[in-house]
């Protein structure tokens, strides 16, 4: 097994350690205020990564984007009020901004998706660099006027954060398997060549840390383990079943295409899935990398494995358990007058997707969408 050590794409974006990633464990609006005891520590290990990131990244954006990110940092220590939520903003700005540089980093160039979100994250930087300069330049007056806008806006320009990051968790995964899949045969030459590429960048970032900043080499160096979990799931067969019969599928065997709704703990997706004959479309629900989704994960496996009617959804297969993110395949759906029962049925809870559904579908043509049409 080759050991990428830090290697940035899994830990950095999708399962962050919370003591230098609480964005992406926090919910959407305000982070509750626990930073005030440790924002001078916080606040200087980000600004002397950024500084370090902005050094060694030869991609203009990232370090635009990195630029941008200290420019936030910097102005909100000149605030005065509400000065612990925009130091919440202002600290999960520049957290975003590490872990995208990270990952977008590995390659040495940017994708023309990752550029896309690249600039969809920059101009959300930029939106939070004019507010808190605007906070910070507005008289006393006027801040007093406006204190409940200010606070609406912290919460707004929180959710974009979660947003934007919520945009590169969704691909960081898909792009890995794609590296790895991408030949029948693992390419052990060219994994080699990207972990001595991520190695060098990591041990730069390594090198500028001062001794009482172990904890995030630390953190740096456990992302090889992550990454192994990947290329160990290369060793599966094509084919598998589970006891029950149902197809056992890893990540890279789902092609995931357009988005067609986002839930509290999961995604749901069309997409294509690899058979002997090639690829055949599915409804891909794909549960976020967390506890709370590992286990709605495990009850919505349960459910569906047991439960069949004609009308409702019917489970084709599922990813396991210690996925990077878990899912459920399900039959593409053919009828555009279907897709809003479909969705709704797969939102719901167990009981109310059964019940709901049954009701919803009474009388509509089964393999009309259940079965697409060759």
Known sequence: MIHLTGCPRFNQLRNAPSNIM???????????????????????????????????????PLKTICGVALIIINTVKQLRKLKDDNQNLATRTAELAIAIATECSANGHLSSEQKQKCDRLLEALEEIKTFMQLQ??????????????FQDSIVAYNQKLDDCGRLFSITSIMEIQRLISSEAI????????????????????????????????????????????????????????????????RPDQLILGRSLRTLSNAHIYRGKFTTEGG??????????????????????????????????????????????????????????????YMLKQLDAGEVTSFVSTARLLHGVAVHSFLFPSK
């Open 136 to 149: 910070r330049d507005v008289g006393r007056f006027k801040r007093y006027l406006k204190m409940t806008e």
């Open 22 to 60: 609480p964005l992406l464990s926090s919910p959407a609006g305000l982070v509750p205020n626990t930073i005030s005891s440790t924002a001078l520590d916080v606040t200087g290990r980000t600004v002397e990564l950024l500084n370090t990131f902005g050094d060694v990244t030869p991609i203009v």
């Open 186 to 249: 693992i390419n052990r030459s060219s994994l080699a060549t990207l972990s001595l590429t991520i190695n060098s960048n990591i041990e730069k970032v390594a090198k500028t840390m001062e001794s009482g900043h172990k904890d995030v080499r630390s953190d740096l160096k456990d992302l090889a383990s992550r990454f192994d979990l990947v290329l160990g799931s290369k060793d599966v067969s094509e084919v598998t079943n589970d006891d029950d019969g149902f197809r056992v599928l």
């Open 279 to 340: 690829f055949t479309k599915s409804v891909v629900k794909s549960y976020n990398p967390t506890r709370q989704g590992r286990e709605e994960f495990k009850d919505a496996l349960k459910f569906w494995k047991k439960n069949f009617h004609p009308n409702l959804h019917r489970l084709l297969g599922h990813s396991t358990m210690s996925a990077p993110s878990p899912f459920l395949l399900f039959p593409d759906y053919a009828s555009l007058d279907v897709p809003g």
